[in-house]
């Protein structure tokens, strides 16, 4: 007879208390990778959001914050760069494509970028997946406008709705461009990314919502109707940031040099990995404090476990003593303990794996449309390594009884408490 066969059967015996372990050590193993795959699906979705991109550029400023601004929409920039030198670089031989981006004005709390229709074309996030529409399309009007898909879910906008921008971030209170309303052509498909969370205009058309105003301000005694902006001179002036893409990356070194030298105004190239490195360097702390918790939880449910089994080995004296009755040494006694820590903890992290397999699978789209979040179904490369630590912590925790049960005599097995 095997000890494993005695130990199953032992556990069949104690439902109740075997049932609770297996509860906790799940529900442990389940937080745990859970925070981990967060994590680090979290980190994928920032990089992801500047996929495909060589170089981002901006006025001089410090590297994360041209990407908090340029990218996620997190802070504003303190500078603009001119139309000139934007076509100054896009003419460089070593540039592939560019897509401007002009940040400044809002609609209800959303950001609203003006860009090109090569944004939809150059864009990239994830695994280089393209940019798609979930109704109409890209913007072919002066005053259209395409809306992400988390602008769409909370104000309830669908194509052919009529919005107005504010000037300006903020609250309601800004000043609002009601004489040049936009209408819906486009809502986007969920990425995950900041653009999710924004509307997209042409250039044009930011220029000319901004015809009558001047340093931030309207000008006094002009109005210029939507129909006679039409007609004006509507070239972008200055962006805020662009996007560039390169034929080579192996330029990329080159060409952030000769935009950081430009001489004609102060530039800032970054390389939006390195950026993104900088940035997850500074939240490093909060991702410390993360797996903290859940190594917390986890210590937590295998010191449950540890006293349930400690706990029963009073009750299990007479077991023990009728296995070395029949001739079980010590040794397969501490044995037998571990080998049930080992079981239970095996089948903790089968049961806790597997929920959360089902729980990232259903609300996968839940987490993406409402958080922005794209988790994987896939596990994470750092949950290996946590699976192991949690194994051996239960293999380990097994020798506490095992250990206590080695010292118990036979004698003391079998005596007869009143």
């Known amino acids: 007879m095997s000890l494993l066969y005695v130990t199953l059967r032992s556990l069949s015996q104690r439902k109740a208390g075997v049932a609770l372990s297996l509860l906790t050590i799940a529900l442990s193993v389940f937080l745990l990778l859970g925070v981990e795959r967060v994590r680090a699906d979290a980190r994928q979705g920032f990089a992801g959001s500047v996929s495909g991109v060589d170089l981002l550029v901006g006025a001089r400023t410090g590297p994360v914050s041209l990407l908090l601004y340029a990218v996620f929409h997190v802070g504003e920039a303190t500078n603009n760069i001119t139309w000139k030198s934007y076509k100054d670089i896009a003419a460089m031989p070593e ?30 996030y994830g695994r ?104 004006a001179d509507l070239e972008p002036k200055a962006i805020t940031a662009a996007l560039v893409g390169l034929r080579s990356r192996l ?95 095996l089948a903790g992290m089968i049961a806790g794996w597997l929920l959360l397999a089902l729980v990232t699978a259903a609300a996968h789209d839940y987490l993406l449309v409402n958080a922005g979040l794209v988790v994987d179904q896939a596990p994470a490369p750092g949950e290996w390594p946590l699976l192991g630590a949690v194994f051996a912590v239960g293999v380990l925790a097994g020798c506490i009884p095992g250990w206590m049960a080695y010292r118990r005599s036979l004698a003391d097995g079998l005596q007869v408490r009143l």
């Open 251 to 345: 330029s990329a070194f080159a060409v952030q040099r000769a935009i950081d030298e430009y001489p004609e105004e102060p530039l800032l190239a970054v390389l939006p990995g390195v950026a993104l490195g900088e940035l997850w360097h500074l939240v490093g702390a909060a991702e410390n404090a993360l797996r903290v918790v859940s190594a917390m939880v986890l210590l937590a449910g295998m010191s449950g476990m540890l006293a349930t089994l400690v706990g029963m080995l009073n009750e299990r004296r007479r077991e023990m003593a009728v296995l070395r009755s029949v001739g079980a040494s010590a040794r397969a006694i501490f044995a037998l303990l571990v080998i049930e820590s080992t079981v239970l903890t």
């Open 95 to 124: 540039v592939a494509w560019t897509v401007p981006l002009s940040l400044g004005d809002s609609h209800r709390g959303f950001r609203v970028t003006g860009t090109t229709a090569d944004f939809f074309r150059h864009y990239r």
């Open 128 to 231: 280089a997946n393209r940019l798609s529409f979930a109704d109409g399309k890209p913007f072919d009007d002066l005053y259209d406008a395409v809306i992400g898909s988390q602008v769409a879910r909370r104000l309830h906008y669908e194509v052919g709705d009529t919005i107005v921008l504010s000037h300006g971030l903020g609250g309601a209170l800004l000043a609002q461009h009601a004489d040049k309303p936009f209408r819906i052509g486009g809502v986007l498909a969920p990425t995950g990314t900041p653009v999710d969370a924004s509307i997209l205009v042409s250039l044009p058309a930011i220029e000319a919502i901004h015809l009558d105003w001047r340093s931030g301000v309207p000008l006094p005694g002009t109005a210029t109707t939507a129909e006679q902006a039409r007609h």
